[in-house]
C-alpha cells in the first residue's frame, strides 16, 4: 500500500514566481491536510481538504497562497509570487475519514526555497 | 485554545541510556487526541502513537512506551536503551474532537541526539 506521495521533493523559485505543490493521498483516503514547517519550528497547520471541498482553511495565508483537491487528481497547493519567507518544508497528510480524529498519514514533504 | 509544550528543546545521550520526551498540552476539550511523530534526519515525517482522552492506560510498544497523565495534562515518551537510530526530532500533537476540523497542532519538537 503506498503512502502519501508528495511531487517535486524539492523546488527552487526565484522571488515573484509561483510554485505548485502535489499531494496523492494514500489508497482510500479522501481527507487531506497541508502543514507547513518553516526552518527550527514545528508543524504549523494550514488547510484541510476534502474532494472539492475546503473544509478548514483557518491556517492559511489570505493572500498568494490557495488549495484544491479535485475529484480526480492530486491535491494542490500553490503560491502566487513567491517571496524568501515562502521557503520551508511543506508537508501533506492524508486520513481515511472524519469525525473520529484519525490518524493522519504524512508525506516526505516538499522542500520549497525561494531565491 | 490548543497548545501543545515540549520544553525540551535538544536532549543529547549516549547510547543504551534511556530518554524522556516531556509533552504537556492544553485544551477545553473533553475528548481529544494525542500524538507524537519522529521525524529523523531524513526529513519525514513518522506516526508512532495515537490515543485518545478516555484511554489513560500506558503504552508500551517494544524500547518504546508513554505515559498519558490527564491530571497533569502530559503525554510523555520514554526510549528504554537508547539506539543511535533513535535520533530524530520527535514531535507532540494535540487534535480535538470538536468543531468541524481535524487539524493538528504541533508542539516544536524535541531534538533527540544519541551518540555512539
Known amino acids: 500500500n503506498a503512502g502519501v506521495m508528495q511531487n517535486p521533493r524539492h523546488l527552487v523559485r526565484r522571488r515573484g514566481q509561483e510554485a505548485r505543490l502535489r499531494c496523492s493521498p494514500m489508497?482510500?483516503?479522501?481527507?487531506v491536510y497541508w502543514y507547513r514547517q518553516l526552518p527550527e519550528e514545528g508543524l504549523k497547520f494550514m488547510v484541510y481538504l476534502q474532494k472539492e471541498n475546503i473544509i478548514d482553511e483557518s491556517g492559511m495565508p489570505k493572500e498568494r497562497f490557495s488549495a484544491e483537491f479535485p475529484k480526480e487528481g492530486p491535491s494542490i497547493l500553490r503560491i502566487q509570487q513567491v517571496v524568501r519567507g515562502d521557503s520551508a518544508a511543506y508537508f501533506c497528510a492524508s486520513s481515511p475519514r472524519s469525525g473520529y480524529q484519525e490518524t493522519q498519514y504524512f508525506g516526505p514533504g516538499t522542500r520549497l526555497l525561494v531565491l | 485554545a490548543q497548545k501543545v509544550t515540549q520544553a525540551q528543546t535538544e536532549i543529547s545521550v549516549v547510547e543504551k541510556e534511556d530518554v524522556t520526551l516531556d509533552c504537556v498540552y492544553e485544551t477545553r476539550d473533553t475528548t481529544y487526541y494525542l500524538f507524537w511523530y519522529k521525524q529523523p534526519p531524513s526529513g519525514e515525517l513518522v506516526f508512532l502513537i495515537r490515543r485518545n482522552s478516555f484511554d489513560e492506560q500506558n503504552e508500551i510498544s517494544g524500547r518504546y512506551s508513554w505515559n498519558f497523565q490527564k491530571s497533569t495534562s502530559s503525554f510523555n515518551f520514554t526510549i528504554t536503551a537508547s539506539q543511535v537510530v533513535d535520533s530524530a526530532v520527535y514531535f507532540c500533537a494535540l487534535s480535538e474532537a470538536n468543531g468541524g476540523s481535524e487539524k493538528l497542532v504541533f508542539g516544536k519538537g524535541t531534538k533527540l541526539t544519541v551518540n555512539p
Open positions: 489508497k482510500g483516503h479522501s481527507h
